[in-house]
């Protein structure tokens, strides 16, 4: 058993690490050019140095490493995963890497994940139904997850203090989920979430509009990565509602990705092409200044948390009717920003016409 006094301050400790860290990887940025600069993709007006992810990743594992007795066995290809990880986007902060790379990166890292720690989806356990055992389809559907949250995550980095606010978010709803509600066995995994939360609330005061860093490749897919890593240890005999509850927490970046593909493959693109239609991009478009529009996606991230808390305590029957109300709730909420497009909304010209033919009747 952990002392929970011990991980508090290992956790502030952690914050401050990256509190003092971030102006030396600030500078060590500037001089090996890791710098963003401004073009008709960015909202940024002036260069930024990169490289952030640098300073939490020291300062998370640093913490791991000599202020809690977390297992060797653990944490070791924890680590090494990560590191393959950081040095991919390392190298994409400086050399500006191709999506098919950042992803083989990403890969080695999973596979390291997958044969050395036992962190993997094994089986799925359905209401009413026999458990569905993966078997040799473990290996593709750990690397898919591990390669979709990743990736979602870096997605969603397009604002100051958007990936880093959100993944806060995002990781203190389950570490929440798994101190209160997995067994005794899974403690370190929640202990490991609020270390690395700790680790992202140092690297705010830099990140937040307006941003003096940014995350980079190197932050947003380490962040990314650690998110699914620590989610697949709590799905290791996985339930329907412990599959879906990830799922949830990471509403806003799963969605902004799901629909950016759907909206790539409807105009005929690759899905690697990049486009200003993303959440941060439409809300900014009704009028949102930076600043708000990135409150306002911390709001909604909120909401998905608070949607994610109430699967635990729910019968099945209570969290079907919350995934479905949190569906239809969400496709309302993609077409009236309009991110599959201004003149795709079925769901909204279905509620039209039916508030149309009420009106007759009256």
């Given amino acids: 058993m952990y002392d929970m006094f011990r991980v508090l301050l290992t956790c502030i400790a952690a914050a401050l690490f990256t509190l003092f860290l971030t102006p030396v990887i600030k500078k ?24 952030g992810g640098l300073a939490i990743f020291t ?4 913490s791991i ?22 040095l991919t986007g390392i190298i994409d902060d400086i050399k500006e890497l191709t999506p098919k790379w950042k992803t083989v990166g990403v890969v080695i890292a999973s596979l390291i994940i997958y044969y050395s720690s036992g962190i993997k989806l094994d089986m799925l356990n359905l209401p009413y139904l026999d458990p569905i055992y993966f078997g040799g389809f473990s290996l593709p559907l750990t690397i898919f997850w591990i390669l979709a949250i990743t990736n979602a995550v870096n997605l969603i980095d397009g604002l100051d203090g958007l990936a880093t606010g959100v993944s806060i978010i995002a990781l ?16 370190v995994v929640p202990i490991m979430i609020f270390v690395l939360v700790g680790s992202l609330a140092g690297f705010m005061p830099y990140n ?38 990830p799922i949830v927490i990471l509403g806003i970046p799963i969605t902004d990705t799901l629909y950016a593909i759907i909206r790539r493959k409807m105009n005929k693109q690759p899905i690697a092409t990049a486009d200003k239609l993303h959440i941060h991009h439409r809300l900014m ?4 200044t930076h600043r708000q529009t990135v409150l306002a996606i911390y709001c909604l991230a909120a909401i998905f948390s608070v949607i994610a808390l109430l699967y635990p305590i729910s019968t099945f029957w209570g969290s079907l009717l919350l995934t479905i109300g949190l569906l239809l709730g969400l496709e309302l909420f993609v077409e009236i920003i309009g991110l599959t497009g201004p003149d795709r909304q079925p769901l909204l010209k ?7 033919k009420l009106n007759r009747k009256r």
């Fill in 28 to 51: 060590l940025a500037v001089r090996v050019k890791a710098v963003d600069n401004p073009n008709e993709r960015r909202i940024n007006k002036r260069p930024v140095p990169t490289l």
């Fill in 59 to 62: 300062s998370f594992f640093f």
């Fill in 65 to 86: 490493f000599f202020l809690l007795p977390i297992p060797n066995e653990e944490i070791w290809p924890v680590f090494a995963a990560s590191l393959v990880v950081i």
């Fill in 172 to 187: 203190l709803t389950m570490g929440t989920i798994g101190y209160f509600f997995l067994t005794v066995d899974s403690i």
């Fill in 208 to 245: 937040f509009f307006p941003a003096s860093i940014f995350l980079g490749d190197t932050g947003a897919l380490f962040i990314g990565f650690m998110i699914s890593i620590l989610s697949l240890q709590g799905l290791k005999n996985a339930t329907l509602i412990t599959f879906i509850i």
């Fill in 285 to 288: 478009s009704f009028g949102l």
């Fill in 350 to 356: 279905r509620l039209k016409i039916f508030a149309k």
